[in-house]
């Protein structure tokens, strides 16, 4: 099973500013990557697939990078609705598995 | 629009069984392959199972593996997942998911005496 760490757990920042997330695959993955955002009480929504492709409706201060084990996803100046919890999910290998979140709060 | 609802969650006792049910609108449901994930309170995402477009192909984690079953009716634009042997950990929220990863709004499971 591939397992995914992200950091850090908790990501304190003010509107504005630029959120940076990790994600780091315990094997490589290839692009197979993908972000999402879950807010309190609301299912997860995709943000990024393939490492660095935005999906249908995701803001251009969204976007990813990375191959192989390492991966990134930047929000260029965020936004107060931006303030979530963050998942990355590997589509690699079967079982797929998501990291453990990276929650953006408010400073 | 993609629209997904799931249903049949409920309080089960540990060593029950409870089927969920996710009805699918707004795209073609035969033509998606789909997921299931799964939420404990306060915890993080797991993926529990995937099913192919034909049903030919299923996975499941090992942790629901022998117990939990997928399934689909292409007719009905339905996924399924009958859950036996349940226990206290499997409590939490279920999401169906397609494979371009649109999620529905989940059902709670509890599973308690």
């Known amino acids: 099973e591939i397992v995914l760490t992200q950091s850090p757990a908790t990501l304190s920042l003010s509107p504005g500013e630029r959120a940076t997330l990790s994600c780091r695959a315990s094997?490589?993955?290839?692009?197979?990557l993908a972000w999402y955002q879950q807010k309190f009480g609301q299912a997860p929504r995709l943000l990024i697939y393939?490492?660095?492709s935005r999906a249908t409706g995701i803001p251009a201060r969204f976007s990813g990078s990375g191959s192989g084990t390492d991966f990134t996803l930047t929000i260029s100046s965020l936004e107060t609705e931006d303030f979530a919890v963050y998942y990355c999910?590997?589509?690699?290998?079967?079982?797929?598995?998501f990291g453990g979140g990276t929650k953006v709060e408010i400073k | 629009e993609v629209q997904l609802v799931e249903s049949g969650g409920g309080l089960v006792q540990p060593g029950g069984s409870l089927r969920l049910s996710c009805a699918a609108s707004?795209?073609?449901?035969?033509?998606?392959?789909m997921n299931w994930v799964r939420q404990a309170p306060g915890k993080g995402l797991e993926w529990i199972s995937y099913?192919?477009?034909?049903?030919?192909?299923?996975y499941y984690a090992d942790s629901v593996e022998g117990r939990f079953t997928i399934s689909r009716d292409n007719d009905k634009n339905s996924l399924y997942l009958q859950m036996s042997s349940l226990r206290h950990e499997d409590t939490a929220v279920y999401y169906c998911?397609?494979?371009?990863?649109?999620w529905g709004q989940g059902t709670l499971v509890t599973v308690s005496s």
């Open positions: 707004g795209f073609t449901f035969s033509d998606y392959a």
């Open positions: 998911a397609t494979s371009t990863w649109n």
């Open positions: 099913i192919s477009i034909s049903s030919i192909t299923t």
């Open positions: 094997q490589s993955v290839g692009t197979s």
């Open positions: 393939d490492a660095s």
């Open positions: 999910q590997q589509r690699s290998n079967w079982p797929l598995t």
